[in-house]
């Protein structure tokens, strides 16, 4: 099993409508995870961190983590045709944290 | 403030060539990685390297070898490159190993013929 597995998806919604990411991972070790989000061409880029059971809130953003069932969502609110990208979440795993692992995205399209 | 800078940013290699993508960052942070992204498969953790004079495995190192030059800079090499080798590299870097943000630099595109 890979250490994060990640819907791949596509994930298509409409503009204004919630989209919701979901990840799972392998390692009951891990403390905190992380949202990228890729433009086609470009690099990733951060957008949220959590590392605490619970929610954690960022404008339109807002990621979840669940450490006993061992997965992390992010649910993008009032989503917009320019939140159309690739999301990657990622996590450090390894016997001392330091391989930063990525699940493998879910392309999300934004319809106007 | 450069942040992660990658050379080259394309190239094209023949089977069995050799060549070393470079990558440097002026953030002085300890942590570096090597990832390679190909359609569908997301971002693959080759070599990382937790601080200077350290490097570890990833996920899919073989056929590559790296080097943790310094604190700034971590090379990865290609021995002798396949086609399956073809492929967008991603350098990255963090301040330590499991609290901090991830820079990316800006990819290397690499094509085997």
């Known amino acids: 099993q890979k250490e994060v597995e990640q819907n791949s998806g596509p994930l298509s919604v409409p503009e204004g409508a919630i989209a919701s990411l979901n990840c799972t991972y392998s390692?009951?070790?891990?403390?905190?995870f992380f949202w990228y989000r890729q433009y086609s061409g470009k690099s990733p880029e951060l957008i949220m961190s959590?590392?605490?059971?619970g929610d954690k809130e960022d404008g339109r953003f807002t990621a979840q983590l669940n450490k006993a069932s061992q997965y992390v969502s992010l649910l993008i609110r009032d989503s917009q045709p320019s939140d159309s990208a690739t999301y990657l979440c990622a996590g450090p795993f390894g016997s001392s944290n330091y391989k930063l692992t990525f699940g493998k995205g879910t392309l999300l399209t934004v319809n106007p | 403030n450069a942040g992660v800078t990658q050379t080259p940013k394309f190239q094209v290699l023949k089977t069995g060539q050799s060549m070393t993508l470079q990558c440097a960052q002026d953030m002085n942070h300890n942590s570096m990685y090597w990832y390679r992204q190909d359609p569908g498969m997301g971002l693959r953790l080759i070599y990382y390297s937790a601080s200077e004079g350290t490097t570890d495995k990833g996920e899919v190192p073989n056929g590559y070898n790296v080097s943790r030059l310094n604190k700034r800079e971590f090379s990865l090499r290609l021995e002798s490159a396949a086609p399956s080798q073809t492929s967008v590299y991603f350098c990255?870097?963090?301040?330590?190993?499991?609290?901090?943000?991830?820079?990316f630099g800006q990819g290397t595109r690499l094509t085997v013929v």
């Open positions: 390692d009951r070790v891990s403390q905190s």
């Open positions: 959590i590392y605490s059971n």
């Open positions: 990255a870097s963090s301040t330590k190993h499991s609290n901090t943000e991830a820079f």
